[in-house]
């Protein structure tokens, strides 16, 4: 079974340039969250979705940050202008969504973003 | 809302020597406990929850984690660490409202030979 898939790995920016970061998740995975590790600490939820409808984005700096899970499946998260301090680890991940607060959730590899 | 501690950023220990890595939680509500693995260059993956039942709950390579409601804990220890254990390790707790998690700071193994 294909996990977590994420790209770009890696990127570096400029400040106030925009980024976008795809996931696709496990086949038949009904939720999928995007998370943001910052550098020492654990990660911190930015949004999540359950199929393609937002349960929770209370997390999300929508002034700057969105991000759209069409059909249910893929998803992309984008920042538009960067700042210094997006610098971070961005991790997508995904579960069945149906067992509540009690599921394994499945990660993919992260993409690691730089903002110059 | 729910908070987790993680009391160490970082333990060195030897191979073969017992490790543990300390766990608090804070909630008003139950509660379900993980234990997330990140080992270098790598996704985060599952090593072991608690949901209900036997407090004691245990993973495959060796790790067990015991939950101590009275305490807010929920420990994680190996009793004989190997270089391969050699990773990022993370506490978090979800609750029955939904399956958001809610993640500690993570505590850093280095295994040493």
């Known amino acids: 079974e294909a996990g977590v898939a994420q790209s770009p790995r890696y990127k570096i920016i400029e400040k106030r340039q925009s980024v976008a970061f795809w996931c696709n998740p496990i086949s038949g995975h009904a939720t999928l969250y995007w998370y943001q590790q910052i550098l020492g600490q654990g990660p911190k939820l930015l949004i999540q979705?359950?199929?393609?409808?937002?349960?929770?984005d209370s997390q999300l700096p929508k002034d700057r940050f969105s991000a759209e899970r069409l059909k249910g499946v893929d998803s992309t998260l984008k920042i538009q202008p960067a700042k210094l301090e997006d610098s971070a680890v961005y991790l997508c991940?995904?579960?069945?969504?149906?067992?509540?607060?009690?599921?394994?959730?499945?990660f993919g590899p992260g993409t690691r973003l730089l903002v110059l | 809302a729910q908070s987790v501690t993680q009391l160490d950023s970082q333990v060195p220990v030897f191979e073969e020597a017992p490790v543990e890595l300390r766990c608090n939680y804070s909630s008003s509500v139950s509660v379900y406990l993980f234990w997330y693995v990140q080992y270098p260059n790598q996704g985060l993956q599952l090593l072991l929850k608690?949901?209900?039942?036997?407090?004691l709950v245990e993973s495959i390579n060796g790790f067990e984690a015991e939950f101590n409601k009275s305490q807010t804990s929920f420990h994680l220890r190996k009793p004989s660490v190997h270089i391969s254990d050699t990773a990022e390790y993370f506490c978090a707790v979800s609750t029955a409202a939904g399956n958001k998690l809610t993640f500690g700071g993570g505590t850093r193994v280095l295994v040493k030979p």
């Open positions: 608690y949901l209900s039942g036997s407090t």
């Open positions: 991940a995904s579960s069945t969504g149906t067992s509540g607060g009690q599921e394994t959730q499945y």
């Open positions: 979705f359950q199929n393609n409808g937002v349960v929770d």
